[in-house]
């Protein structure tokens, strides 16, 4: 009984070291207006990176993916910004703004690397008129395990959050085309924690003494 007891606890601790623990969200309201995203939440573990894609695009717009993604950080109550619907999911400072869309060459994308893997991706999309057109991409390494769109066309203020629960390593997003600007605000991510070194070793030497009292004859 005390065997299996310990074992139990043993188990327990392992599971928690390795289990996620609290979501981070990225409202962008500590960055100064006109700042371009890019390795500012590193300490968070995200990185950011504009044009995620080359080559042919796959929007409605019939554009190719951008070269010049729009990466500024603008306020939601400036000039910079369309429609975002009321009540706005959007508010405070928010990512992507009208000067630059305007300026993109084509399909605007961007990607987001995590330090390490992470569970739990959201966004919130603003100013949306084309909802197909707003989509996430998922990847554990160098694989694509899963894409999430909008649907439907709305009206330039329409809005909605899209996630993907399962395990990446980084996410690429489509925030609208080349013919719709759209503001993305409020990512949330939880970053599955490395276990300590000690809590291996910890755990290995638990898990030795069992072996060694279960060695031993009755």
Known sequence: MIQRASFAVLAAGLLLAASPVGAITLTFDNLAEGTVLSNQYAGLGATFSPNAFSGPGTSTSGEAWATNTDMTIVSSTGADVG?????????????????????????????????????????????????????LFAYNGAALVSTVSGTGTGTDTSQFVLGYAGPVTSIAIRPGSFNDWVGVDNITYTLVPVPEAGTFAMVGLGLMLLAFKRRRPA
């Open 83 to 135: 429609g975002l619907g009321l009540p706005a999911l959007a508010g405070g400072n928010l990512l992507r703004g009208l000067a630059g869309w305007s300026s993109e060459d084509g399909d605007p994308s961007f990607r987001i690397t995590f330090a390490r893997t992470a569970t739990g991706f959201s966004a919130a999309f603003a100013g949306v008129s084309a909802g197909a057109d707003v989509s």
